[in-house]
């Protein structure tokens, strides 16, 4: 197994991890990338980002990072909240007064960026072609009456996130989401992350590889029977419309040329890791935002047993919280892992910024470990470091 790229000494467990996913779990292609204290300890990337061609995953490889979207948007948020634009108390419908009917006129920002709103389903009929251009989705979100009390109960909001949050800041700052995204966020961190990718960028971006139907029988009945489209988590897995399911749908430019900010952000690891870490300290001189924002977005908002995905997570704002980020992460972490195994996320305690991205999907009921195993070695390197003998360059890979 050939690994591009470099790890400074004292990192060389994550790099031995990263291989492993290739011989243990069957990694196709995939990137890993760390920061500590503003610089890249770790930068590694290895496999094969086209499966049918054979081409391999290069430096400047992309990757549709699904959820792991979902941080990114949050931090579109937080931006407009530390310029005073956007009050997490206030009601939604003070920024977009449509969204009152129903009765929602109270449902304040916090539990729509929380998980709390109760709009996890998105009712309606639609198109893809409606789908993907933004106002049909918002305007059906804003008219229909929520799944369950808002407020009472927290439900992972899969799909609708991205376009709860997104018209928010729309309708405060008169950009898209993407666009948002791209000028105050990407621009001055030299980012490659896209809402909406270019079509210029397209043959940068690997393949997803999607996920396999379990082989046993009896788990592929019971996975059927959770996620068929009469259950509440089957409607929100595949919504709006069943339109959304993990296949090679992912692959097509017109999903990427969208804007869906909780589910198709397209991005390197090294760009996933440099954002986080630019969330809890400096990073070439850019910090987003400051640590104030920082300690009132992560903290915890809604903990237990998820009314959607049926087993516990852990939300604050906009953000995942251990457990339920990663296992093993300290318990300062905050950030979003994707659907089929991508993770990004930060810890301030370490000055951490860590991203992962891969092409092969795996969904299942337990988090996955190739993502796992990375972050646990991170953190064996940070708090159990191998004195080196004597002072080593960094380890040039490939």
Not at 148 to 161: D, K, T
Not at 256 to 271: F, K, Q, T, V, W
């Amino acid at each position: 197994m050939e690994v591009g790229g470099r790890a400074e000494p004292g990192y060389e467990r994550v790099v031995d991890a990263f291989v492993a996913n290739f011989a243990e779990r069957d990694e196709v292609g995939a990137a890993c990338t760390v920061y500590v204290a503003g610089s890249p300890v770790v930068d590694i990337w290895g496999g094969i980002a086209d499966v049918p061609s054979s081409r391999p995953w290069a430096r400047d490889t992309l990757q549709l990072v699904f959820s792991t979207t979902k941080g990114a948007t949050a931090i579109c948020a937080h931006h407009l909240v530390q310029r005073g634009l956007l009050d997490v108390d206030a009601p939604v419908a003070r920024y977009w007064p449509e969204f009152a009917a129903s009765g929602k006129a109270e449902v304040p920002v916090r539990w729509v960026l929380s998980h709390q709103a109760g709009l996890a389903d998105i009712q309606g009929t639609f198109t893809l072609e409606e789908a993907l251009s933004w106002e049909p989705v918002v305007e059906a979100l804003a008219a229909q009456p929520p799944n369950w009390e808002p407020g009472a109960a927290h439900g992972y909001h899969m799909r609708s996130y991205g376009w709860l949050v997104g018209e928010l800041v729309r309708r405060i700052d008169g950009r898209s989401i993407g666009t948002y995204f791209a000028e105050e966020v990407a621009r001055p961190l030299g980012l490659d992350f896209w809402i909406g990718l270019p079509e210029r960028e397209e043959a940068r971006l690997a393949t997803v590889v999607p996920p396999v139907p379990p082989s046993d029988p009896q788990v592929a009945a019971f996975y059927e029977q959770l996620t068929g489209p009469d259950t509440l988590l089957g409607r929100v897995l595949t919504g709006p419309s069943g339109l959304f399911a993990y296949d090679e749908m992912w692959n097509t430019r017109a999903v990427h040329a969208a804007e869906l900010p909780s589910s198709n952000g397209i991005a390197d690891a090294r760009s996933v890791a440099r954002m986080y870490a630019a969330l809890v300290g400096e990073v070439d001189g850019v910090r987003l935002l400051e640590p104030a924002t920082i300690d009132a977005a992560s903290e915890p908002q809604a903990d237990g047993p998820d009314k959607v995905i049926m087993f516990p997570m852990r939300y604050a704002l906009g953000f995942l919280l251990p457990p339920a980020l990663v296992p093993g992460a300290r318990p300062r972490a905050f950030g979003h892992a994707g659907a089929g195994g991508s993770l990004g996320f930060a810890d301030p305690e370490h000055e951490l910024g860590f991203g992962y991205v891969m092409n092969r999907m795996e969904i299942g009921a337990s988090l996955d470990q190739r993502a796992a195993s990375l972050a646990d070695a991170v953190y064996c390197c940070l708090e159990e470091p191998e004195e080196p003998e004597e002072p080593e360059e960094p380890e040039e890979l490939g």
